[in-house]
Every structure is written in C-alpha cells, then in structure tokens.
C-alpha cells in the first residue's frame, strides 16, 4: 500500500531528512586513511542521538549499527566494524537514516578516502549523477519505470552496470514501504507518482557486472566480480511542483 503524506507529514519528515543528511555529512568528514569504520558509524549514532532523533537502522531487521557502511567492492549493508581501518584509495558509501516526529528519513552518499583512483573517481561521479537523472523524472503523472530508466540509462551509457537485486523503496512513517524503486526500468511502465508520495532513490551502480552475493553475516552484499561499487540515496517527496529533495543537510 502506498501511503500519501499530507502537508503537515512532509513537515515532520523533513525534519527527520534534515537529520538523515546531517549525519551523513559528519560521517563524510570523518572518513580519513586511519579511522575504522566502526569510528564512523560511532559519528553516525551519537550526532542522530544528540538531535533527539534514533537511527533508523539500528536494530532494523536485527543490524547490529546505526550506519551501513559499504568499502570497495561491497555494495549496501557494510557492517561497521573497529578491525576495518580505511587506508588511502578507498571509496567508501555511508547511507544513514534518522527517525524522529513518527517518520524516517534515508540517504547514502559515497566518498572518497584520501586519494582515489581516476577510475573510482568517474564512478563515484556517474552514480551521483545518475541519481540526479532519476530524480528528475520523479514528478507526478510519470511512473516508476521513468525513474529507473533515467538512471540505468545514463549508467550504461558509461559502461556502467545498475544493480538488481536490491532496489530504491517508499520511505515515511516504516523505513521501507511500498513501492518498490528500481534504478532499472521501462518508460512510462510501472506504478504513477502522485504528489505526496516519498520516495527513496538509491542507484547502486557497479564498475563490472550488475549481479552481487550477501555474505555470511547476511548482510554485507558484495559485487560478484569483485569490482567497484558506488551507491548515492536521497530521500524525495513528489509534490505539486516537481521532486523535492527532502535529504538536505544545513
Ligand atoms: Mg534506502
């Protein structure tokens, strides 16, 4: 079912986003050749805490941090950990939600650790982008299929490959509710946007081949072929005047 937010809700909401994109503007400056991602995820937790807000992930489905954080080759739902320190050349995608006032916000942005290579660098870059060309197409009256297609269009145009398994969601009063937001799709297909629906859009975007595998833990999803994965998420509300990007920090 999806649920329309009224005016008020998007009210609450973006309070919840601001604190989302917040934390992971910390988290951004704390990454650094040296620190563990378990340091992160400890800047993560305690800004959401300070702001009266609790992390959505905490818990969620039994993960065990506030933070996914995601190096190299792993994709989504990276495992904070004190024995993973970050060296120079890492990309490493942080994505953080907040719930406060009886609603979530979600975003992910991944950076770069000291110097990156010019290859991880043009992925970071395309993904980005790519999630700017979906939101674009988030606006009432086009369908889901639009928004994907924007962005697996503009990543395989660059050799790039969009992620299947894992998908973009309605965000709201649930971290995950309906619909389903796959960065890959057909235009004009798929289920209409109507304004107060929030969307999170999240393309995971791979330097090889789109398929990937979860590991042991059940958690940590990791690219096949070993290859580099990026991942960038905001949190939109569709509205009367086009998308609007709830996830923005002060
Ligand atoms: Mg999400």
């Known amino acids: 079912m999806i649920v329309l937010k009224t005016r008020r809700e998007l009210d609450l909401m973006r309070e919840a986003c601001r604190i ?40 969620y489905g039994g993960f065990p941090a506030s ?3 995601s190096v190299n080759n792993v994709v989504i739902h990276g495992i904070p950990s004190k024995k993973q320190i970050l060296k120079s050349g890492d990309i490493v995608s942080v994505d953080v939600g907040a719930f406060i006032g009886g609603f979530h916000g979600d975003n992910a942005y991944t950076y770069a650790c000291g110097d990156i290579s010019k290859e991880a660098r043009a992925l970071l ?10 939101i674009k197409q988030a606006k009432a009256g086009n369908r889901i299929g639009d928004i994907g297609n924007a962005v697996q269009s503009y990543a ?18 649930k971290l995950h509710e309906d619909p389903s937001v796959p960065n890959y799709g057909t235009p004009g297909r798929g289920v209409r946007l109507m304004p ?18 979860v590991l042991d833990d ?5 690219t096949a072929d070993g290859s580099l994965a990026a991942h960038f998420e905001h949190t ?15």
């Open 236 to 250: 939109i509300a569709i509205t009367p005047d086009g998308p609007v990007i709830m996830t923005i920090p002060d």
């Open 67 to 69: 933070a996914c954080i």
């Open 156 to 173: 395989e145009a660059r050799s790039y490959s969009v992620v299947r398994d894992f998908v973009g969601h309605g965000v709201g009063a």
């Open 125 to 134: 870059d395309a993904t980005k982008e790519s999630l700017y060309e979906g």
């Open 196 to 213: 107060g629906m929030t969307i999170a859009i999240e393309p995971m975007i791979t330097a090889g081949g789109y398929a990937v595998k």
């Open 20 to 59: 989302s994109a917040n934390a992971l503007k910390e988290a951004g400056k704390a990454v650094e050749p040296g620190v563990s991602t378990k340091e992160i995820d400890d800047v993560v937790r305690n800004y959401i805490r300070k702001q009266g807000a609790s992390p959505s992930f905490l818990g």
């Open 218 to 222: 059940d958690w940590t999803t990791v």
